[in-house]
């Protein structure tokens, strides 16, 4: 039992690597450092290098400081759930490449701001879930485009910005449930985005609505259009699951959608009128127009035809009765009075 104990030591020593913080245990075989459980209420210093996997997991990190990960360029996954961070700094993780699974799980975040999450190229699963976010930025930041998991269920947001999803081409998975969704003017074009991301085989646990009250508990997919009459459309185009390519709909300007925290059922009013259908496609518009000129244009030839027809007709029979008719007429008044005059002789 000594020796197996000795040999133990012996190979923990070895995968204790150079540098890792006291309270840490780190694995130089797998890149690995176990700070889960610690108590730390920032990101521990002296961590080392060449660490891949950071676990971060059940302290009370409130902070992360701009400079925080400047020692570990090679992380590939942070795990940093269950720890109280109200907020995280614009750019406290743009030192983080290789950066590939950040979870953000079960804190106490309110707000994320723009670019946030700059230059992550690499980034790919985005856990934001079990927080108290209220309001999500317009964009991630810069090269945040390769992520393709992106969860923000267990929240308070009641809309999410439309070019936010757009931004980030590579999503297969979007989790939403468990938010406070308000199934007015300001969702239409979530609804909008998320019909065509189903219909590209995205993969989503639904939104369902909490209010207005007629819509409370019901999934936004299927709130009928009629219900968004009153809303300013995004998209020139009645389909909607057509291309998925960036600017396959014009976006509207975010003066027309309705006041934050305008609720109820009184949402439509909150919208501005419907503006007036243009033509799905310019060029079948003239083209419907230059058919129907070509069409009127032969059945107003074909009536003059007719007319010059039936004029020139009429004038050849007058022509007609009047030199074959006429003429015997007057040959035969004399043949008949021929016989008197020569009786009378």
Same mark, same amino acid.
């Given at each position: 039992? *000594?020796?197996? $104990?000795?040999?133990?030591?012996?190979?923990?020593?070895?995968?204790?690597?150079?540098?890792?913080?006291? !309270?840490?245990?780190?694995?130089?075989?797998?890149?690995?450092?176990?700070?889960?459980?610690?108590?730390?209420?920032?990101?521990?210093? +002296?961590?080392?290098?060449?660490?891949?996997?950071?676990?971060?997991?059940?302290?009370?990190?409130?902070?992360?400081? =701009?400079?925080?990960?400047?020692?570990? #360029? /090679? $992380?590939?996954?942070?795990?940093?759930?269950?720890?109280?961070?109200?907020? %995280?700094?614009?750019?406290?993780? =743009? &030192?983080?490449?290789?950066? =590939?699974? /950040?979870?953000?799980?079960?804190?106490?975040?309110?707000?994320?701001?723009?670019?946030?999450?700059?230059?992550?190229?690499?980034? !790919?699963?985005?856990?934001?879930?079990?927080?108290?976010?209220?309001?999500?930025?317009?964009?991630?930041?810069?090269?945040? *485009?390769?992520?393709?998991?992106?969860? %923000?269920?267990?929240?308070?947001?009641?809309?999410?910005?439309?070019?936010?999803?757009?931004?980030? #081409?590579?999503? !297969?998975?979007?989790?939403? &449930?468990?938010?406070?969704?308000?199934?007015?003017?300001?969702?239409?074009?979530?609804? $909008?985005?998320?019909?065509?991301?189903?219909?590209?085989?995205?993969?989503?646990? *639904?939104?369902?609505?909490?209010?207005?009250?007629?819509?409370?508990?019901?999934? /936004?997919?299927?709130?009928?259009?009629?219900?968004?009459?009153?809303?300013?459309?995004?998209?020139?185009?009645?389909? /909607?699951?057509?291309?998925?390519?960036?600017?396959?709909?014009? +976006?509207?300007?975010?003066?027309? =959608?309705?006041?934050?925290?305008?609720?109820?059922?009184?949402?439509?009013?909150?919208?501005?009128? !419907?503006? &007036?259908?243009?033509?799905?496609?310019?060029?079948?518009?003239?083209?419907?127009?230059?058919?129907?000129?070509?069409?009127? *244009?032969?059945?107003?030839?074909?009536?003059?035809?007719?007319? %010059?027809?039936?004029?020139?007709?009429?004038?050849?029979?007058?022509?007609?009765?009047?030199?074959?008719?006429?003429?015997?007429?007057?040959?035969?008044?004399?043949?008949?009075?021929? #016989?008197?005059?020569?009786?009378?002789?």
């Amino acid at each position: 039992a *000594g020796n197996w $104990l000795l040999v133990w030591s012996v190979i923990s020593l070895a995968h204790t690597a150079r540098g890792c913080p006291d !309270k840490c245990l780190c694995n130089t075989a797998s890149k690995t450092a176990d700070c889960k459980n610690r108590g730390f209420t920032e990101i521990p210093a +002296r961590l080392p290098p060449e660490i891949q996997i950071l676990l971060l997991q059940n302290n009370r990190i409130w902070r992360i400081n =701009q400079n925080a990960f400047t020692a570990t #360029p /090679l $992380l590939k996954i942070l795990d940093l759930s269950n720890n109280s961070l109200s907020s %995280v700094a614009p750019g406290a993780f =743009q &030192k983080l490449r290789y950066l =590939q699974v /950040l979870n953000l799980t079960r804190n106490m975040i309110h707000f994320i701001e723009n670019k946030t999450f700059s230059f992550l190229p690499h980034l !790919k699963e985005l856990d934001l879930s079990s927080n108290s976010i209220i309001r999500l930025p317009e964009t991630f930041g810069n090269s945040t *485009g390769n992520i393709t998991l992106l969860s %923000v269920k267990h929240n308070k947001l009641q809309k999410m910005e439309r070019v936010l999803l757009e931004s980030l #081409p590579n999503l !297969k998975v979007v989790l939403f &449930k468990d938010n406070p969704w308000q199934c007015n003017c300001n969702i239409f074009g979530l609804k $909008l985005w998320l019909e065509s991301f189903l219909y590209r085989g995205g993969i989503s646990d *639904g939104i369902i609505c909490s209010a207005p009250g007629i819509r409370k508990g019901k999934d /936004l997919l299927k709130v009928p259009y009629e219900l968004f009459g009153a809303c300013p459309l995004r998209t020139a185009h009645g389909h /909607l699951a057509s291309s998925h390519h960036h600017g396959w709909e014009p +976006r509207s300007s975010p003066k027309h =959608q309705a006041p934050h925290g305008e609720l109820g059922d009184s949402s439509r009013a909150s919208c501005e009128p !419907k503006p &007036k259908a243009r033509p799905v496609s310019l060029r079948h518009a003239i083209a419907t127009v230059v058919i129907t000129g070509v069409v009127c *244009g032969i059945v107003c030839l074909m009536m003059l035809a007719a007319a %010059v027809y039936g004029c020139a007709y009429a004038a050849i029979t007058a022509k007609y009765h009047k030199e074959h008719l006429a003429p015997g007429r007057q040959h035969g008044i004399p043949e008949e009075k021929e #016989p008197f005059d020569t009786s009378l002789a």
